[in-house]
């Protein structure tokens, strides 16, 4: 079974431009939830997804916004990008247990977008 | 506030002895536990599990230790294997939307 996939795999931008990635799931997983890690902050929750909607938001600005398509497929966009937004966003995907899709199951990770902000 | 603390920034140990990766957490409402391990430039690489139910989890050379009253895990290889050099992450997780929350990391480095 293919893994969780994740493009482009590199990126650089300008500061106030603004970029989409996007992530394909494992075949079946219906839960994504999208990963910054930066060397200072380390790895940090931006939000996750399930059946196309935003159940749970980490700390970050409203800059920061994603979605899911129906396939399960997501897509993060970041706007007006600032220096401070360079890092590795990582992309997971799950299988949500109870009906509502509340879990605990083991997230699975892609490679990663690297962004560099310039 | 971090919530998820790996004290360890780094750990050598000599290939075919025990690795000991700790981890230490502060919110008791935390049900589920993971260690991944990660490589430059690549996404974490899932290894094992323990739910909150639980003490001990074993698969293969990796078992993970859950203390709840000491608010504490560990990560145990044995034997260590160069290949297991790497960042190792401790990561926690409430159950409602599966948001992990993680630990700094632990740079393992095992010398052959």
């Known amino acids: 079974k293919a893994g969780v996939t994740q493009t482009p795999r590199y990126l650089i931008k300008t500061r106030g431009q603004q970029v989409t990635l996007s992530c394909s799931p494992i075949?079946?997983?219906?839960?994504v939830s999208w990963y910054q890690q930066t060397p200072g902050q380390g790895l940090q929750f931006l939000f996750e997804?399930?059946?196309?909607?935003?159940?749970n938001k980490g700390n970050f600005p409203g800059r920061f916004s994603g979605r899911q398509f129906s396939n399960s497929r997501s897509e993060m966009n970041v706007s007006t990008l600032e220096l401070g937004d360079s890092a590795l966003y990582l992309c997971a995907s799950s299988i949500p247990n109870a009906p509502d899709g509340t879990s605990t199951d083991t997230q699975y990770f892609g490679p990663g977008t690297r962004l560099t902000v310039l | 506030d971090q919530q998820v603390k790996q004290n360890s920034p780094s750990l050598s140990v000599q290939e075919g002895r025990i690795s000991i990766l700790n981890c230490d957490y502060t919110n008791s409402m935390f049900d589920y536990f993971l260690w991944y391990k990660k490589y430059p430039a690549e996404g974490p690489t899932f290894l094992i599990s323990?739910?909150?139910?639980?003490d001990k989890n074993e698969d293969g050379r990796f078992t993970v230790f859950l203390n709840k009253s000491a608010k504490h895990l560990s990560l145990h290889i044995v034997p260590s294997q160069p290949g297991d050099s790497a960042v190792y992450f401790c990561?926690?997780?409430?159950?409602?939307?599966?948001?992990?929350?993680f630990g700094a990391g632990t740079i393992l480095r095992v010398k052959s």
């Open positions: 075949s079946g997983h219906r839960s």
């Open positions: 990561a926690a997780s409430l159950g409602e939307g599966n948001k992990l929350v």
């Open positions: 323990i739910s909150s139910i639980k």
């Open positions: 997804y399930f059946s196309e909607t935003q159940r």
